[in-house]
C-alpha cells in the first residue's frame, strides 16, 4: 500500500476479496479498490507510514492484524487491520481507527 504497487495488490487480493474500511462505512469488492488507489496514490506521496504485527491478535496462516501509523502534513492516525487469507491470498480485511496519534506506536 505504501509504494502502491497494484500489480503486487492484484496478486495478493483474491478475486472475492472485501475490503471494509469500518471508519467510512465503505466495504469495496477487490476491483473497486484497485481502482480507488489512483487517490490513494496521491495521498501516499505526502506520508509516512509505519506497521507493525499486533501482538494481542492471534497471528497464523487464516488471519493477522498489523498496527499502522499513517503519518500525514499535520495529523497522524494509528489504524488496525485485520486480515483474512484463503489459499496464500487476502479474502478479507478490515481496517479501522484505533487512535489519531501515533504516540503508542
Known amino acids: ?5 497494484r500489480g503486487v495488490i492484484t ?3 483474491s478475486d472475492t476479496a472485501t475490503i471494509q474500511l469500518e471508519d467510512l462505512g465503505v466495504t469495496q469488492t477487490k476491483a473497486e479498490f484497485v481502482a480507488a488507489l489512483d ?3 496521491e495521498i501516499a506521496q505526502t506520508a509516512n507510514f509505519a506497521w507493525q504485527l ?3 491478535a492471534p497471528q497464523d496462516s487464516k488471519q493477522a492484524t498489523a498496527l499502522v501509523c499513517y503519518q500525514f502534513p499535520g495529523n497522524d492516525l ?3 487491520e485485520i486480515f483474512t487469507f484463503d489459499a496464500g491470498k487476502i479474502s478479507d480485511s478490515v481496517q479501522s481507527t484505533v487512535g489519531d496519534t501515533c504516540d503508542d506506536f
Open 1 to 5: 500500500m505504501f509504494n502502491v504497487d
Open 11 to 13: 496478486e495478493l487480493l
Open 39 to 41: 487517490e490513494w496514490e
Open 54 to 56: 499486533d501482538s494481542e
Open 78 to 80: 494509528m489504524v488496525r
